[in-house]
């Protein structure tokens, strides 16, 4: 059974940090992705960023281009988004997902139904 569990969300000032971990377990396929969705309150569950199992592929949402960063260690079957220069927008609660084996990771953060497990979330808030 996979589990996927975040945990780093909090309350930061606009123009913090912070670093938010997702830990997998029972999720071994060598080809896939993972990736992290946003929901804030009153709008949709968007994409944020995404990263194939390789390692070598990331994607990002325009909004995030150059302030996050998606990574993973696998010997921890752990992925990380740390978050830079956050803004008041960007408060909402994130969650960690992956998909069932595709590896088609650009189109994850668009397209959700190739997202199969889905961890239950942290929230971050940011203020001005």
């Known amino acids: 059974q996979v589990q996927l569990v975040e945990s780093g969300g909090g309350s930061v000032q606009a123009g913090g940090s912070l670093r938010l971990s997702c830990a997998a377990s029972?999720?071994?396929?060598?080809?896939?992705?993972m990736g992290w969705f946003r929901q804030a309150p009153g709008k949709g569950r968007e994409g944020v960023a995404s990263i194939h199992t390789d390692g070598e592929h990331t994607f990002y949402a325009d909004s995030v281009k150059g302030r996050f960063t998606i990574s993973q260690d696998n010997d921890k079957n752990t992925v990380y988004l740390e978050m830079n220069n956050l803004k008041p927008e960007d408060t909402a609660m994130y969650y960690c997902?992956?998909?069932?084996?595709?590896?088609?990771?650009?189109?994850?953060?668009?397209?959700?139904?190739?997202?199969?497990?889905w961890g239950q979330g942290t929230q971050v808030t940011v203020s001005s």
């Open positions: 029972g999720y071994t396929t060598s080809s896939a992705c």
């Open positions: 997902a992956a998909d069932a084996g595709g590896g088609y990771c650009r189109a994850l953060l668009t397209l959700q139904y190739l997202v199969k497990y």
